[in-house]
Protein backbone atom coordinates (compact mmCIF):
# COMPACT_ATOMS: atom_id res chain seq x y z
CA UNK A 1 0.00 0.00 0.00
CA UNK A 2 1.53 3.19 -0.99
CA UNK A 3 0.82 6.18 1.08
CA UNK A 4 1.42 9.97 0.92
CA UNK A 5 2.22 12.13 4.03
CA UNK A 6 2.64 15.82 3.75
CA UNK A 7 4.88 17.86 6.19
CA UNK A 8 6.05 21.54 6.98
CA UNK A 9 3.37 23.41 7.53
CA UNK A 10 2.76 26.34 10.24
CA UNK A 11 1.80 29.25 12.00
CA UNK A 12 3.31 32.55 9.48
CA UNK A 13 3.37 36.25 9.20
CA UNK A 14 1.88 37.55 5.89
CA UNK A 15 4.93 37.77 3.73
CA UNK A 16 6.70 35.03 5.36
CA UNK A 17 7.29 31.44 3.53
CA UNK A 18 6.84 28.40 4.31
CA UNK A 19 7.99 24.48 2.72
CA UNK A 20 5.94 21.66 2.30
CA UNK A 21 7.14 18.08 1.87
CA UNK A 22 4.88 15.30 0.04
CA UNK A 23 6.63 12.19 0.92
CA UNK A 24 5.81 8.41 -0.36
CA UNK A 25 6.24 5.50 1.49
CA UNK A 26 5.56 1.69 0.46
CA UNK A 27 6.36 2.45 -3.40
CA UNK A 28 6.57 6.18 -5.63
CA UNK A 29 4.83 7.78 -8.03
CA UNK A 30 7.71 8.35 -10.36
CA UNK A 31 5.40 8.30 -13.55
CA UNK A 32 2.50 10.14 -12.05
CA UNK A 33 1.95 13.87 -12.17
CA UNK A 34 2.02 15.00 -8.36
CA UNK A 35 -0.55 17.94 -7.57
CA UNK A 36 -1.64 20.08 -4.02
CA UNK A 37 -4.41 21.30 -3.34
CA UNK A 38 -5.66 23.04 -0.32
CA UNK A 39 -8.98 24.07 1.51
CA UNK A 40 -9.99 26.87 3.56
CA UNK A 41 -12.76 26.42 6.06
CA UNK A 42 -16.28 26.97 4.54
CA UNK A 43 -14.60 26.16 1.26
CA UNK A 44 -14.13 24.12 -1.85
CA UNK A 45 -10.71 22.35 -2.03
CA UNK A 46 -9.20 24.18 -5.03
CA UNK A 47 -5.99 23.25 -7.04
CA UNK A 48 -2.61 25.27 -6.12
CA UNK A 49 0.13 23.48 -8.53
CA UNK A 50 1.01 20.59 -10.49
CA UNK A 51 4.05 18.76 -11.55
CA UNK A 52 4.21 16.48 -14.44
CA UNK A 53 5.09 12.88 -14.33
CA UNK A 54 8.87 13.67 -15.36
CA UNK A 55 8.90 16.94 -13.28
CA UNK A 56 9.74 18.60 -16.66
CA UNK A 57 6.45 20.49 -16.75
CA UNK A 58 4.18 22.82 -13.92
CA UNK A 59 1.39 25.08 -14.05
CA UNK A 60 0.33 27.09 -10.80
CA UNK A 61 -3.18 28.65 -9.99
CA UNK A 62 -3.69 32.09 -11.14
CA UNK A 63 -3.74 32.78 -7.22
CA UNK A 64 -0.69 31.45 -6.53
CA UNK A 65 1.30 32.21 -9.99
CA UNK A 66 4.80 33.84 -9.22
CA UNK A 67 5.02 33.28 -5.37
CA UNK A 68 4.81 29.62 -5.28
CA UNK A 69 6.82 26.80 -6.61
CA UNK A 70 5.63 23.14 -7.20
CA UNK A 71 9.17 20.56 -7.28
CA UNK A 72 9.85 16.70 -7.46
CA UNK A 73 13.04 14.78 -6.99
CA UNK A 74 14.12 12.40 -9.67
CA UNK A 75 12.63 9.26 -8.31
CA UNK A 76 9.10 10.23 -7.26
CA UNK A 77 9.51 9.69 -3.65
CA UNK A 78 9.12 13.41 -2.07
CA UNK A 79 7.17 16.13 -3.92
CA UNK A 80 7.70 19.76 -2.71
CA UNK A 81 5.75 23.35 -2.43
CA UNK A 82 8.09 26.28 -1.54
CA UNK A 83 5.23 28.92 -0.59
CA UNK A 84 6.75 32.98 -0.45
CA UNK A 85 4.51 36.19 0.03
CA UNK A 86 2.63 34.33 2.10
CA UNK A 87 -1.08 35.88 2.71
CA UNK A 88 -3.91 35.24 5.21
CA UNK A 89 -5.83 33.94 2.09
CA UNK A 90 -3.60 31.58 1.75
CA UNK A 91 -4.46 30.49 5.14
CA UNK A 92 -5.83 26.50 4.47
CA UNK A 93 -5.21 22.59 4.85
CA UNK A 94 -2.85 21.59 1.93
CA UNK A 95 -2.91 18.08 0.73
CA UNK A 96 -0.54 16.52 -1.85
CA UNK A 97 -2.44 14.05 -4.25
CA UNK A 98 -0.85 11.62 -7.21
CA UNK A 99 -2.15 11.07 -10.41
CA UNK A 100 -4.51 8.17 -10.61
CA UNK A 101 -3.47 8.03 -14.48
CA UNK A 102 0.20 7.89 -15.28
CA UNK A 103 2.28 9.71 -18.01
CA UNK A 104 0.14 12.89 -17.54
CA UNK A 105 1.87 16.31 -17.69
CA UNK A 106 -1.00 17.37 -15.40
CA UNK A 107 -4.21 17.88 -14.31
CA UNK A 108 -6.51 20.23 -11.92
CA UNK A 109 -9.49 18.53 -11.11
CA UNK A 110 -8.99 16.66 -7.71
CA UNK A 111 -11.14 13.92 -9.04
CA UNK A 112 -8.60 12.93 -11.29
CA UNK A 113 -6.49 12.25 -8.32
CA UNK A 114 -6.65 8.83 -6.64
CA UNK A 115 -4.06 8.90 -3.58
CA UNK A 116 -4.07 11.58 -0.84
CA UNK A 117 -2.19 12.44 2.07
CA UNK A 118 -3.75 13.35 5.48
CA UNK A 119 -3.14 17.30 5.00
CA UNK A 120 -1.21 19.74 6.54
CA UNK A 121 -2.24 22.61 7.99
CA UNK A 122 -1.04 26.09 7.44
CA UNK A 123 -1.82 29.57 8.91
CA UNK A 124 -1.09 32.80 7.83
CA UNK A 125 -1.60 35.69 10.63
CA UNK A 126 -0.22 38.95 12.17
Known amino acids: QVQLVESGGGLVQPGGSLRLSCAAS????????MAWFRQAPGKEREFVAV????????SNADSVKGRFTISRDNRGNTVYLQMNSLKPEDTAVYYC???????????????????WGQGTQVTVSS
Open 97 to 115: AADSHAWRFGVRDPSEYGY
Open 51 to 58: ISWSGGST
Open 26 to 33: GGTFSSHA
